[in-house]
């Protein structure tokens, strides 16, 4: 069993904010500026913006890949060593992250 690694929601949020703000340089039609994150069973994340109705399934899991890879060198091995974009739609809802790692503690 893997030993469970902890990590401060604030890093963690400055973590995204950074790979974020990196991957809508390399895709510079997906704009958005993540201010909450969505910690879920299935993924972590954040919310877009309605306006990403209109890229391509394939544009967004890319710009999901980017967050996740600078995501990873945000917050090194603490979320694990490879993190994988993952793309989640419900209810009208689009949010862009990770699948949940499965032993990661927050600490304040």
């Known amino acids: ?9 604030t890093k963690l949020m400055s973590a995204v904010q950074d790979a974020v703000k990196a991957a809508v340089e390399k895709h ?6 993540p201010s909450n994150l969505s910690i879920g069973y299935l993924i972590w994340g954040f919310p877009v913006p309605e306006n990403f109705n209109a890229f391509s399934v394939r544009e967004t899991q ?3 890949a980017d967050v996740a890879a600078g995501l990873g060198r945000g917050v090194g091995t603490a979320l694990g060593t490879h993190l994988e974009g993952a793309v989640f739609s419900h209810g009208g809802h689009l949010i862009i992250g990770i699948p949940a790692p499965p032993e990661v503690l927050f600490e304040r």
Do not use: G, H, Q
């Open 28 to 33: 510079p039609k997906l704009k958005v500026e």
């Open 1 to 9: 069993m893997a030993k469970a690694m902890s990590i401060s929601a």
């Open 62 to 64: 890319a710009f999901a």
